[in-house]
T-cell receptor, first 111, second 111 residues
Framework: AQSVSQHNHHVILSEAASLELGCNYS??????LFWYVQYPGQHLQLLLK??????LVKGIKGFEAEFIKSKFSFNLRKPSVQWSDTAEYFC?????????FGAGTTVTVRA | NAGVTQTPKFQVLKTGQSMTLQCAQD?????MYWYRQDPGMGLRLIYY???????DKGEVPNGYNVSRLNKREFSLRLESAAPSQTSVYFC??????????FGPGTRLTVL
């Protein structure tokens, strides 16, 4: 079975700081990779996804992620965060129909 | 397009009571899913339906049943609710192997 590990449980940043959230997965086959965001009180929304091609993927709201196959990693980055980026971020990996989620990282951005 | 809709938004049950969570999607997706979200555990798959007429167990199916009523609707039933089923429940849908889109969630408390 595949598993997804997110390195940080809670990250606290100041506005304009850079953000990097780690994600590693364990599965040897072909996978699709996702980052979802959940703003307070809302449902999950897709930030970005990687299926194939360029391993550097750009998503909405200035987020990007890099797929490093040799490290089984799919880290999320944003060069300069805003207060509105306060949310919970989930890495997910799919094979066939099913998504496996990491435990999530809560990001708090202080104004 | 409403996307994925869920009812109810909130529910409080007593131990042993039963209820059905409803989910509908208007994106003509083949696959539908039920997840539960618990603090520090990310989202865990309860059941999924790869296509109309099929359902399969996910990671945490015990205590739940599902019905894929038609292509649009996928319901989750708790026959005898237990406090351990207190959680936030999300429904999602997708095309085959594609991005999953999530509903707004149902917050369930079992006393």
């Amino acid at each position: 079975a595949q598993s997804v590990s997110q390195h940080n449980h809670h990250v606290i940043l100041s506005e304009a700081a850079s953000l990097e959230l780690g994600c590693n997965y364990s599965y040897g086959g072909t996978v699709n990779l996702f980052w979802y965001v959940q703003y307070p009180g809302q449902h999950l929304q897709l930030l970005l996804k990687y299926f194939s091609g360029d391993p550097l993927v750009k998503g909405i709201k200035g987020f990007e992620a890099e797929f490093i196959k040799s490290k089984f990693s799919f880290n999320l980055r944003k060069p300069s965060v805003q207060w509105s980026d306060t949310a919970e971020y989930f890495c997910a990996v799919s094979n066939d129909y099913k998504l496996s989620f990491g435990a999530g990282t809560t990001v708090t951005v202080r104004a | 397009n409403a996307g994925v809709t869920q009812t109810p938004k909130f529910q409080v049950l007593k131990t042993g009571q039963s209820m059905t969570l409803q989910c509908a999607q208007d994106m003509n997706h083949n696959s539908m899913y039920w997840y539960r979200q618990d603090p520090g555990m990310g989202l865990r798959l309860i059941y999924y339906s790869a296509s109309e007429g099929t359902t399969d167990k996910g990671e945490v199916p015990n205590g739940y049943n599902v019905s894929r009523l038609n292509k649009r609707e996928f319901s989750l039933r708790l026959e005898s609710a237990a406090p351990s089923q207190t959680s936030v429940y999300f429904c999602a849908s997708s095309g085959y192997g594609d991005t999953q889109y999530f509903g707004p969630g149902t917050r369930l408390t079992v006393l």
